[in-house]
């Protein structure tokens, strides 16, 4: 094992199975409730946007028109923003939340398959005693049931618990903190540079990068310490 890493924290959707393979199967579910998801990623986006602008510590970024830290409830402020831009009741947003998107995907994940070599390497990097844990931006414990990797973590967090969503450091630290490690003995793995890389980075992590497009490999390395696009890959250049 690598002196300088003690634990691997992973993101989930799209770095340990294709994102194309569930959008695909959802395109039905996309078209029938296009209004509503365009309202929930907006809410996000101003989320993102008043962590970008240094809403201080932990709590939650306000509405604009709301008294500061006017609530600890990261789905309440969620539903809050996406029933202004729907036009509806905040309480009927997040109840339909809760089931279109935090639960509205089950029925076509059950077809999800990993990338090769998932399974084998998160086995290997456990039993070589480096602690790994995974950081999604939505709640991952169904996800993981599904993929068969539910005992793999030695923490499992998500930024509805954390109150902030990648790339905003505070998740990563929170990941760290639930680790044990410093922020710098930790390897981040994920897919996206935006929110991934650019967050863990800010934590002061180490940070890995699967992608599938070896032609700009060479052009975005400096997004992060390690890019790769096997598993095997990284097992070796974790278990030395």
Same mark, same amino acid.
């Given at each position: 094992?690598?002196?300088?890493? &003690?634990?691997? /924290?992973?993101?989930?959707?799209? *770095?340990?199975? $294709?994102?194309?393979?569930?959008?695909? /199967?959802? =395109?039905?579910?996309?078209?029938?409730?296009?209004?509503?998801?365009?309202?929930?990623?907006?809410?996000?986006? =101003?989320?993102?946007? /008043?962590?970008? %602008?240094?809403? !201080? &510590? $932990?709590?939650?970024? !306000?509405?604009?028109?709301?008294? $500061?830290?006017?609530? !600890?409830?990261?789905?309440?402020?969620?539903? %809050?923003?996406?029933?202004?831009?729907?036009?509806?009741?905040?309480?009927?947003?997040?109840?339909?939340?809760?089931?279109?998107?935090?639960?509205?995907?089950?029925?076509?994940?059950?077809?999800? *398959?990993?990338?090769?070599?998932?399974?084998?390497?998160?086995?290997?990097?456990?039993? /070589?005693?480096? @602690?790994?844990?995974?950081?999604?931006?939505?709640?991952?414990?169904?996800?993981?049931?599904?993929?068969?990797?539910?005992?793999?973590?030695?923490?499992?967090?998500?930024?509805? @618990? *954390? &109150? %902030?969503?990648? !790339?905003?450091?505070?998740?990563?630290?929170k990941m760290a903190e639930a680790l044990g490690l410093p922020p710098e003995r930790i390897?981040?793995? &994920?897919?996206?540079?935006?929110?991934?890389?650019?967050?863990?980075?800010?934590?002061?992590?180490?940070?890995?990068?699967?992608s599938f497009f070896p032609f700009f490999q060479g052009r975005s390395r400096g997004s992060a310490d390690f890019i790769f696009h096997?598993?095997?890959?990284?097992?070796?250049?974790?278990?030395?």
């Amino acid at each position: 094992m690598r002196d300088d890493i &003690g634990g691997i /924290a992973y993101d989930l959707d799209g *770095t340990f199975y $294709p994102n194309y393979r569930l959008n695909r /199967a959802l =395109i039905p579910f996309f078209l029938k409730e296009w209004p509503f998801l365009l309202a929930f990623g907006r809410a996000r986006s =101003i989320i993102r946007a /008043a962590q970008e %602008r240094g809403v !201080p &510590g $932990p709590e939650l970024p !306000p509405l604009p028109d709301a008294a $500061p830290n006017s609530g !600890p409830d990261f789905y309440d402020v969620q539903a %809050r923003l996406a029933a202004r831009i729907l036009r509806a009741d905040p309480a009927a947003v997040k109840k339909k939340a809760a089931i279109l998107i935090y639960r509205g995907w089950e029925p076509h994940f059950r077809k999800i *398959t990993l990338f090769p070599g998932v399974a084998e390497t998160l086995a290997a990097i456990r039993a /070589a005693g480096c @602690r790994q844990g995974l950081l999604s931006d939505f709640p991952p414990e169904r996800k993981l049931e599904y993929l068969g990797l539910r005992d793999c973590w030695d923490a499992i967090l998500c930024s509805e @618990r *954390t &109150g %902030r969503l990648k !790339p905003d450091p505070l998740p990563f630290q929170k990941m760290a903190e639930a680790l044990g490690l410093p922020p710098e003995r930790i390897l981040y793995v &994920g897919n996206s540079r935006r929110y991934d890389m650019a967050g863990a980075k800010r934590a002061g992590m180490k940070t890995a990068l699967i992608s599938f497009f070896p032609f700009f490999q060479g052009r975005s390395r400096g997004s992060a310490d390690f890019i790769f696009h096997d598993y095997r890959q990284l097992l070796k250049y974790v278990v030395t």
